[in-house]
Each structure stands twice: as C-alpha cells, then as structure tokens.
C-alpha cells in the first residue's frame, strides 16, 4: 500500500514538473503535443526566405523609380545559407549544401549593394535628403513600406510575420542548439561523421573549417568551387545521418511548445501570408510581377 501511495505522489509531482517546467520528463520527450504542422509553420516563420528579402529590395527600387531616382535593381538569386530557427550551419538540402555552401567563403557579403551605393553618391545633398525620405522604413512609410506591403498585404501583416523569430526567442529557455540531444547528436554522430570523411570540425561549424581549408576565394554570388561543394554535401548528408534537423525541430517543441500551442491558430495565420508572400517574391525575381504591375 505504501508503494502505491508512492507511486501515486512521484506520479502527481510529475505531472506539476511537466506543467510548472514544460520540459521533457519522467520518461516523456516533449511535455507537450504539438501539431506537425504548428512546429514546421514556427520553423519557417522563424526564419524567413531570403527570396522574401531580395523581392523587398526589388520592389522597393522600383517604387523609388516612380520618385524620379534612377536606382539600379538586381533581379540576381542571392546565394547565402539561412539558419533553421536559431541554429546556424545546418543545410536544409542537398541541393542547398551544393549550390549554396559556405558564407564564411564569400569574399564580400556585401557586394551586391555597390552599385546602388555608388548611384547615392551622386546625388546632391538635397535629393539624397529626398532620396531618403522616399526611401522611409516600416514605421515611417515610404518605398521600403510599399515594397513590404506587395508582398505581405499590409505594415501590420509584414510585423506580426517577421516579428516571430523575436517571439519564439523571447519564449524559449534557451536555444535549440544547447538542448542535450542535439549536442550529443552532434558529438557522437554528426562530428564523427565528418571525421570520417576527412574534415576535423568542432561543433556544427564546417563554415569554419571551411575557411582555415579554402581561404576566401569566392566574389558576391559566386557559386562554390569543387572542393567547398563537396565538403558542404557531405555536411548535410552528416547532418541528415544525425537527423538532426528532427532533433532541433523536439528541442523547439520542448522549449517552445506550450506557447506554440496556445498560439496556434496566430501562428498558421502567420504562416498562410508567409507563403503568399513567397509566391509574389517568387514572381517578382523572376520579373513576372513589379511594384508599378502589382495586384
């Protein structure tokens, strides 16, 4: 009887820890059951399309050509890793890891804004003071706003999307990254993996690696070379062995789930003008949509 009476109270305190901490725990590896589609909607929002980006630069010199300035507009795919929520080094793809590689071997990351920065410093005092109130932001209105707008419908839609990186870290206890399985995936599978294969790295930082090997041999946008691609397929085929991107998606769940569940609902929402939008940026690269040519 007094066994049982034991077994009832570890198991009453239990549910309060699951509660109280909304950790994995007492045998259970999430504290909470969070739809698939909530986690890879989070995942997402949480790190936003860099297509989405490009197609706001695009749009934006393109409602500055309706003031009267001669911008130039580059309609070139940038090629830059993205981070998974709030993890960098971690290839979504293969075809990522091949086309894309490491940003540690872009010699100039910022390469693509010279031309318009060269067509500001021609200006005039006065029309570089006009140039920059058209210009404006998110907050004061202006082109930078308009370009947001086309893509996202309204200032508020594009707030409440690109605001959810700040609100799944404000939520979160600590990074996906730090969570136990994940580092011992990196350790014990991840890290011989890559050892095998001939690359010594230390944590989930072959962009590192990547840098002491190769130098900086690369110009803005320019593709990798044959020894970069081919460490950086091998890091994703690592990465994938490991599963890594499933253990980082638990850790999220672990720490973010019980929010995630609660705003469920805000977070599909969030998502549904993430993929409209996508689709426009989409078009706009490819030239098939303009600011002046927009619905």
């Known amino acids: ?9 570890a198991l009453a305190s239990c549910v309060v820890l699951l509660i109280l901490l909304g950790v994995g725990a007492c045998g259970h590896s999430n504290a909470i059951d969070v739809p698939d589609s909530v986690t890879s909607a989070t995942v997402e929002l949480a790190s936003v399309d ?6 706001q630069e695009i749009l934006k010199r393109q409602c500055m050509r309706t003031k009267s300035f001669d911008v130039p507009i580059d309609y070139t795919v940038v090629t830059v890793p993205q981070s998974y929520v709030d993890v960098g080094g971690v290839f979504r793809s293969k075809e990522e890891a091949k086309t894309v590689g490491y940003n540690t071997q872009t010699a100039d990351l910022t390469g693509r804004n010279i031309a318009l920065d060269a067509y ?18 998110l907050d004061t209105g202006g082109c930078a706003a308009q370009a947001y707008i086309a893509l996202f419908e309204s200032a508020e839609n594009t707030r ?11 939520e979160q206890s600590s990074s996906a990254i730090e969570a136990p399985d994940v580092q ?14 001939g690359y010594d790295v230390r944590g989930l930082r072959g962009g590192e690696l990547a840098g002491k090997k190769f130098g900086r ?15 950086a397929v091998r890091d994703y085929q690592c990465q994938a062995d490991a599963n ?3 253990r980082i998606n638990n850790a999220l769940e672990r720490n973010v789930g019980i929010w995630m569940v609660a705003n469920e609902a805000m977070l599909l929402e969030r998502h549904e ?11 706009v690269i490819a030239g098939k949509r303009s600011y002046e040519a927009r619905d």
């Open 1 to 9: 009887m007094e066994n049982t009476r034991d077994h009832r109270k």
């Open 50 to 55: 860099l297509e989405i980006m490009q197609a």
């Open 120 to 137: 500001v410093n021609t200006l005039s005092n006065s029309e570089r003071n006009r140039y920059e109130q058209e210009m404006g932001d």
């Open 160 to 170: 409440a999307v690109l605001d959810t990186f700040d609100d799944v870290i404000r």
């Open 184 to 197: 011992e995936a990196i350790k014990d599978e991840y890290m011989p993996c890559m050892k095998k294969a």
């Open 217 to 231: 041999h690369r110009k803005w946008n320019e593709p990798p070379n044959d020894e970069e691609k081919a460490m």
């Open 244 to 246: 890594l991107m499933q």
């Open 273 to 283: 003008k993430l993929q409209q939008a996508r689709e426009i940026a989409n078009e």
